[in-house]
């Protein structure tokens, strides 16, 4: 059973920074895929950033650069760092996971780029 749970958002001004975190109820260590979506609003949900569980990853051009994921197996836990944040970057983050054929969302954690 996956269950993920976003936490770390919040309020920052631009160029600041924030770390989101998406926890696993059990281990993300049999979980190929995962990494993060977001959805501004008036906007389609996009697609950010993918890891796999060999650590490959694939980032979108906006957040090239800024934003770092990672996992830690041991903690069941992934991140997301993002950094130089721009008032475009604001929106809701969606923790994703696929398993197999199944994909799973966490339920999300709001980022609010202003000063």
């Known amino acids: 059973q996956v269950q993920l749970v976003e936490s770390g958002g919040g309020l920052v001004q631009p160029g600041g920074s924030l770390r989101l975190s998406c926890a696993d109820s059990?281990?993300?260590?049999?979980?190929?895929?995962m990494g993060w979506y977001r959805q501004a609003p008036g906007k389609q949900r996009e697609w950010v950033v993918t890891?796999?569980?060999?650590?490959?990853?694939n980032y979108a051009d906006s957040v090239k650069g800024r934003f770092t994921i990672s996992r830690d197996n041991a903690k069941n836990t992934m991140y997301l760092q993002m950094n130089s944040l721009e008032p475009e970057d604001t929106a809701v983050y969606y923790c994703?996971?696929?398993?197999?054929?199944?994909?799973?969302w966490g339920q999300g954690t709001q980022v609010t780029v202003s000063s």
């Open positions: 994703h996971a696929v398993l197999g054929a199944r994909q799973y």
């Open positions: 059990k281990s993300i260590f049999s979980i190929p895929i």
């Open positions: 890891i796999t569980s060999g650590n490959s990853t």
